[in-house]
């Protein structure tokens, strides 16, 4: 290794905070360390980083947790050491970060005297430093779904209802968005809300602490779309909007327009806080690349982009994402700014069942065969696509289907209370037309029909969830990406695929998952750690196009740093580094324990990731995407080769004509299955 800079992205996300540190002369990330929320602080009783209301359907995590998770996460950071047996932490030279969208952290009028005390050496921790700085210690979290009525309030106060809401704020209401979330505050508890003076999004509150000199950071241009309150076109707050909140809002003092603060549309840098620099050894000249973003913004700057290209982001949330240059607003979906891009857009469809859907299924197999990991979920889920099976009947039996829907937690996308049901359909003619017909179903165990012969639990689950996750990400794909800038040659079909974040190190389950979205060039992942990591490592990414973007391009105002590699203390680019990923790409996904920090080392499998030098006295200016291009070698294709079985841990996938396009058929039987759930 040698000793070139070193860019840290950190992930605040729902369940734990991480961090990558990535080299910018090869993109290869050469730490990572992770503060797991509920194996750190079992003291926070929290299940998965937040308390569950089941009744009230209130999500939220606590605010002191976060503070404590900062400490250790940097303490962690502190004991790394390179293959010099130097501290990694001095070489970090800018930090960016990305974090869990919508979530609101809330700030008293005595917060910035509280966050001064970072300026200066201390003893204290962060939690004794900032714990009375709050009116709120709670963050209500993206799984909150208990703001229906405020949802309905947000609605009517524009022209046109969800579609009119969507038109201006990118999304029509949604109970996770923090405008909701807010006005539910204000309405249930007056006296919080107006000891509050700012309100922060989650990213703005870690930027906020990083930087700690008694500012509060600004919203993130892209993020702030997640609050159902920003015009994107007029850059402004919306009027009919935070008229909800105070009926003369533009003029009246500590109303929600000065508790929200500015939204940033460009990118600056600010020195670490003395508090962190003194206490963890980063270089008082480290720089926090501001504003940190979302975490799914900050997914979609880990990947250069095309026309009909798609991000399938398989966390705890799914979530897909396009890059787009047209503003083309829908109900169906949410349109955020680009994080960086000032002329792009990012679209983008969450839905609440992802990883955790997934695992109650690997949980259940593991139960009945006494197995563990997901070596018997990746058997039967190999097995069956080598036999062919679609909507769990073989090549002879295509009039019948069987379709599962596996939502342990209230879906988004169609919003539908927790369920989970099983359906099986028959294809037969009616008036001369083909058509399917309901042969049985459970619904909330109980059984209708001869549905019991049919499904075989848990092994039909296998392929039965990922067919239906993926029949639904398919249909609302084709919505996005037919709105304007519709794909040649195909209604539906995205170009390539690219799967991200902790299960997309599952090579098993992003065949399955290609197999029923069917992209026209292929699908793809990031290479190595990379993959699960995908929004840290974006916020990385942003840090160093900000501090190696050429000297033109536009990127922030009153920046501290400027731009150009030479300035920001970069090394020489070009130079290619080899470094281990700490295990193969492409290996069938257990996660590891992964809360103690590790560096990779450079024995093993070598993964090279280089580009050609930037020419810095270039005078043009440069687009991130076309930034992000120039390191080739990021991505592997995933394919599928018939021969071989999950275990050997090497599946390639080709596609052939008899392949082609299995699921079409079925897009709309998921529909129709869709119509029966219970709201
Ligand atoms: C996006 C959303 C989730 C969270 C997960 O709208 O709610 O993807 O961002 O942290």
């Not at 038109?167 to 000891?195: D, M, V």
């Not at 720089?287 to 095309?306: I, K, R, S, Y």
């Not at 070596?375 to 696509?385: E, W």
């Not at 073989?394 to 599962?404: C, E, F, I, R, S």
Request: aromatic share 8%; proline share 4%.
């Amino acid at each position: 290794m040698s000793n070139s800079s070193l860019f840290l992205g950190l992930d605040l996300s729902t369940q734990q905070l991480k961090g990558v540190i990535v080299e910018s002369v090869s993109l290869v990330t050469i730490s990572k360390i992770i503060v797991d929320f509920d194996h750190d602080f079992p003291k926070y009783k929290t299940t998965k980083g937040v308390y569950v209301d089941q009744k009230s359907m209130e999500v939220h995590a606590p605010v002191d947790m976060w503070l404590e998770a900062i400490d250790l996460f940097f303490l962690r950071l502190s004991c790394l050491k390179d293959e010099n047996n130097e501290p990694l932490v001095t070489r970090i030279k800018f930090i960016s970060g990305a974090c869990q969208q919508h979530g609101s952290v809330f700030w008293n009028s005595e917060a910035t005297q509280h966050l001064r005390k970072l300026s200066s050496k201390t003893e204290m921790n962060l939690l004794e430093l900032l714990h009375d700085a709050f009116s709120w210690n709670k963050s209500p979290n993206w799984q909150d779904r208990s703001t229906q009525s405020q949802c309905e309030a947000f609605e009517n106060a524009v022209e046109g209802g969800a579609e009119g809401l969507a038109q201006i704020t990118g999304s029509k209401a949604h109970h996770r968005f923090t405008g909701p979330q807010i006005l539910k505050l204000k309405q249930n508890n007056p006296s919080i809300y107006e000891s509050t003076s700012r309100i922060s999004l989650v990213s703005s509150f870690l930027a906020t602490v990083l930087t700690g000199n008694g500012k509060i950071q600004e919203l993130d241009r892209s993020d702030a779309c997640g609050m159902n309150m920003w015009d994107i076109q007029k850059k402004e707050w919306c009027k009919e909007i935070t008229e909800l909140f105070d009926k003369d809002c533009l003029n009246s003092d500590g109303g929600i327009i000065a508790k929200l603060g500015r939204v940033k549309e460009t990118q600056s840098a600010e020195p670490i806080a003395v508090y962190f620099a003194e206490k963890y050894g980063l270089k008082s000249s480290c720089q926090v690349v501001t504003p940190f973003t979302g975490d799914n913004p900050a997914t979609v700057l880990a990947q250069a982009l095309g026309h009909g290209d798609v991000i399938i982001s398989l966390g705890t949330s799914t979530t897909v994402l396009v890059v787009s240059k047209t503003y083309a607003p829908s109900s169906q979906y949410h349109i955020f700014n680009h994080p960086i891009d000032q002329d792009s857009y990012m679209g983008m469809v969450c839905y609440s069942n992802g990883s955790l859907a997934r695992e109650k299924i690997r949980d259940a197999l593991n139960l009945k065969y006494f197995t563990n990991g997901w070596f018997k979920f990746d058997d039967i889920l190999q097995a069956r696509m080598k036999d062919g099976i679609v909507m769990g009947y073989g090549k002879n039996h295509l009039n019948q289907a069987k379709v599962g829907i596996y939502f342990p937690m209230a879906e988004i996308v169609p919003p539908v209370k927790a369920q989970t049901n099983y359906y099986s359909w028959r294809q037969s003619y009616s008036n001369s037309k083909k058509e399917w017909h309901l042969s049985g179903y459970t619904h909330e165990g109980k059984d209708r029909g001869d549905i019991d012969e049919e499904w075989h639990h848990p092994e039909d689950d296998v392929l039965g969830i990922i067919e239906s996750q993926g029949l639904s990400i398919r249909e609302r794909l084709s919505t996005m990406l037919s709105s304007k800038e519709s794909l040649e040659g195909s209604r539906d079909q995205p170009r390539r695929v690219y799967f991200v974040g902790g299960t997309s190190a599952n090579t098993g389950i992003c065949l399955a998952l290609g197999r029923v979205l069917n992209p026209l060039e292929g699908m793809f992942r990031l290479t190595g750690e990379r993959t699960r990591d995908a929004c840290a490592y974006g916020a990385a990414l942003k840090a160093i196009y900000y501090a190696e973007r050429p000297t033109n391009t536009p990127c922030g105002l009153g920046s501290e740093v400027s731009a150009g590699s030479a300035k920001a203390g970069v090394s020489a680019v070009g130079a290619a580094q080899l470094i281990n990923l700490g295990e193969k790409s492409g290996d069938f996904g257990n996660e590891k324990n992964t809360t103690q920090p590790h560096i990779f080392s450079n024995k093993g499998k070598h993964e090279m990731v280089h580009r050609p030098p930037m020419h810095k006295s270039d005078e043009s200016s440069m687009s991130y995407n076309d930034f992000i291009k120039q390191y080739p070698g990021a991505v592997e294709r995933l394919q599928e080769d018939k021969n071989l079985r999950s275990s050997d841990h090497k599946v390639s996938y080709e596609r052939t004509t008899e392949d082609q396009d299995l699921y079409a058929p079925y897009i709309d039987l998921y529909l129709q299955t869709e119509k029966l759930l219970q709201k």
